[in-house]
T-cell receptor, first 113, second 115 residues
Framework: RKEVEQDPGPFNVPEGATVAFNCTYSNSASQSFFWYRQDCRKEPKLLMSVYSSGNEDGRFTAQLNRASQYISLLIRDSKLSDSATYLCVVVGTTTDSWGKLQFGAGTQVVVTP | EADIYQTPRYLVIGTGKKITLECSQTMGHDKMYWYQQDPGMELHLIHYSYGVNSTEKGDLSSESTVSRIRTEHFPLTLESARPSHTSQYLC??????????????FGQGTRLTVV
């Protein structure tokens, strides 16, 4: 079983709609979580950190559910420019994985006119 | 903008050649990583380092080697390139949990083609 799992999609979203997707992680002791965005043939870039209380950045909302061990990303009022692959990142906390970034395989979002 | 740089951006090289992909960061980050990514596929960690003189193999087996003699520099070397090494190689760095911030910054990548 992978340590970080994501639904690969693609999520086809009409422009202006809302889309949400989750990422599950296996290590209950994980403390740091992030969402990254990767455009085609580009490097990943940080979208937002995920805080315990949940956080919002404009049209993007991230939530953490420790009990069920997943994080979520919600995009409101989708724009064409939101089309990308969204990568979930969990930072390792075990002796073997301390501070090591663990990436999910990514969720592809395609926003259509 | 992140201060992490990779060179070259693109490299086309013949089979059997030795190559070194460069990665440098000026943020003083302890942790550095090399990922391999084929088009449309997920990132695979091939090497990482927690600091000077510390290197570990990642989750994906790789014929490449790395070194970490200076904090800011984390080069990756292929002793004998093969067509199967054709891929994009991404370098990243992070401060690590001991400094309270763990987000990673990526270089722009090196797109390697072995012919």
């Amino acid at each position: 079983r992978k340590e970080v799992e994501q639904d690969p999609g693609p999520f086809n979203v009409p422009e202006g709609a809302t889309v949400a997707f989750n990422c599950t992680y296996s290590n209950s002791a994980s403390q740091s979580f992030f969402w990254y965005r990767q455009d085609c043939r580009k490097e990943p870039k940080l979208l937002m950190s995920v805080y315990s209380s949940g956080n919002e950045d404009g049209r993007f909302t991230a939530q953490l559910n420790r009990a069920s061990q997943y994080i979520s990303l919600l995009i409101r009022d989708s724009k064409l420019s939101d089309s990308a692959t969204y990568l979930c990142v969990v930072v390792g906390t075990t002796t073997d994985s301390w501070g090591k970034l663990q990436f999910g395989a990514g969720t592809q979002v395609v926003v259509t006119p | 903008e992140a201060d992490i740089y990779q060179t070259p951006r693109y490299l086309v090289i013949g089979t059997g050649k030795k190559i070194t992909l460069e990665c440098s960061q000026t943020m003083g980050h302890d942790k550095m990583y090399w990922y391999q990514q084929d088009p449309g596929m997920e990132l695979h960690l091939i090497h990482y380092s927690y600091g000077v003189n510390s290197t570990e193999k990642g989750d994906l087996s790789s014929e490449s080697t790395v070194s970490r003699i200076r904090t800011e520099h984390f080069p990756l070397t292929l002793e004998s390139a093969r067509p199967s090494h054709t891929s994009q190689y991404l370098c990243a760095s992070s401060a690590g949990p001991n400094r309270g911030d763990t987000e990673a910054f990526f270089g722009q990548g090196t797109r390697l083609t072995v012919v």
